[in-house]
Nanobody, 113 residues
Framework: VHIAESGGGSVQPGGSLRLSCHVS????????MSWYRQYPGKAREFIAH?????????QYSDAVKGRFTISTDNAKRMIFLQMDGLRPADTAVYYC??????WGQGVQVTVSS
């Protein structure tokens, strides 16, 4: 299974970014798909996950609930993270994960004025 994220970048506070994650070597309904983020010197923290097999059940961390939205395009094996209302505290490296096993290389998101 190979995972590749894209869409990171820099944005001002209050702005939006959309991260994308492409999965190859597996169908999306084989794993719970998740997004994590990592601050320098800290462990990765859970942001959101979606279970395509379970009618698209989703869950978010309290830190992003109401601002971030996880979604999928099953046919293209893509997972998205729409991030709105971004804050400086959202500055981190963001990772896509499949089944708590496979990780992408991560993308940097920087929120700064």
């Amino acid at each position: 299974v190979h995972i590749a994220e894209s869409g990171g970048g820099s944005v001002q506070p209050g702005g939006s970014l959309r991260l994308s994650c492409h999965v190859s070597g597996a169908a999306l309904d084989e794993y719970v798909m998740s997004w994590y983020r990592q601050y320098p010197g800290k462990a990765r923290e859970f942001i959101a996950h979606i279970d395509v097999q379970d009618t698209g059940w989703v869950q978010y961390s309290d830190a992003v609930k109401g601002r971030f939205t996880i979604s999928t395009d099953n046919a293209k094996r893509m997972i998205f993270l729409q991030m709105d209302g971004l804050r400086p505290a959202d500055t981190a490296v963001y990772y896509c994960n499949a089944g708590n096993t496979y990780w992408g290389q991560g993308v940097q998101v920087t929120v700064s004025s």
